[in-house]
T-cell receptor
Framework: DTEVTQTPKHLVMGMTNKKSLKCEQHMGHRAMYWYKQKAKKPPELMFVYSYEKLSINESVPSRFSPECPNSSLLNLHLHALQPEDSALYLC?????????????FGDGTRLSIL | QKEVEQNSGPLSVPEGAIASLNCTYSDRVSQSFFWYRQYSGKSPELIMSIYSNGDKEDGRFTAQLNKASQYVSLLIRDSQPSDSATYLCAVSSTGNQFYFGTGTSLTVIP
C-alpha cells in the first residue's frame, strides 16, 4: 500500500464516456503529478500542480483535463478518449515543487478504452 | 532535450551476486537523482535518493553519483529473486520535473 491513493484501480470506458480519475495524499506534499505509462515504457509526464496551481502541461490533448480542488486532491477528467489512451495512469506527489525531493507514486489506475 | 539513458537489458544475475545498474544524464545542472523499482503491472517504488557525489548505502542497495561524469549507478548486493523488476533512473534539475530513463530490466536467477 502507498500513501498516495488512486481510484478507481481499473476503469473501462467507451470513447463517448466521461469519467474522472482521483488521487489523494495526506502527507502535506505541495506538488502533485499525473503520468501516463504504456507497457515497457517509462512514465510520461502529463501535468504538474505546484501549490495547487498548474505549473506544467506537457502538451496533453484537451480530452484530458486536470483539476486540483485542494492541496490533498488531484483529479483527471476524461472525455472522448481514444483507444491509444489505454494505459496505466499514475499520480505522484512530492514534498516541494522544486524537484529536490522524490516523488511518491500511487498504485495507478489501469484504463482501457473500448 | 534533457536525456537520461539506461541500458534496457535484460540484465540477468545469479542469486547472491551483485547487480550493477547504470544511468547517464545530459543536463549538467541536474541536482537530484533517484532510483525507482517497478514490478510488472505495479507502480514505481522509490529505492534511493542521492544528491551529492560519492556513495550512499541503504541495506543491500548502494547508489553512486559522479556529477563530473554525469553518471549515477545502483548496486544491489546479495541479489534475491524478489529483486527481479525494472529499475528506473530519474533525474531532476531546475523546476519540478523529473526525467526518467527507459529503465533496466533485472532478472535474478535462483
Amino acid at each position: 500500500d502507498t500513501e498516495v491513493t488512486q481510484t478507481p484501480k481499473h476503469l473501462v470506458m467507451g470513447m463517448t464516456n466521461k469519467k474522472s480519475l482521483k488521487c489523494e495524499q495526506h502527507m502535506g506534499h505541495r506538488a502533485m503529478y499525473w503520468y501516463k505509462q504504456k507497457a515497457k515504457k517509462p512514465p510520461e509526464l502529463m501535468f504538474v500542480y505546484s501549490y495547487e496551481k498548474l505549473s506544467i502541461n506537457e502538451s496533453v490533448p484537451s480530452r484530458f483535463s486536470p483539476e486540483c480542488p485542494n492541496s490533498s486532491l488531484l483529479n483527471l477528467h476524461l472525455h472522448a478518449l481514444q483507444p491509444e489512451d489505454s494505459a496505466l495512469y499514475l499520480c505522484a506527489s512530492s514534498q516541494d515543487g522544486q524537484g529536490h525531493q522524490p516523488q511518491h507514486f500511487g498504485d495507478g489506475t489501469r484504463l482501457s478504452i473500448l | 532535450q534533457k536525456e537520461v539513458e539506461q541500458n534496457s537489458g535484460p540484465l540477468s544475475v545469479p542469486e547472491g551476486a551483485i547487480a550493477s545498474l547504470n544511468c547517464t544524464y545530459s543536463d549538467r545542472v541536474s541536482q537530484s537523482f533517484f532510483w525507482y523499482r517497478q514490478y510488472s503491472g505495479k507502480s514505481p517504488e522509490l529505492i534511493m535518493s542521492i544528491y551529492s557525489n560519492g556513495d550512499k548505502e541503504d541495506g543491500r542497495f548502494t547508489a553512486q553519483l559522479n556529477k563530473a561524469s554525469q553518471y549515477v549507478s545502483l548496486l544491489i548486493r546479495d541479489s534475491q529473486p524478489s529483486d527481479s523488476a525494472t529499475y528506473l533512473c530519474a533525474v531532476s534539475s531546475t523546476g519540478n520535473q523529473f526525467y526518467f530513463g527507459t529503465g533496466t530490466s533485472l532478472t535474478v536467477i535462483p
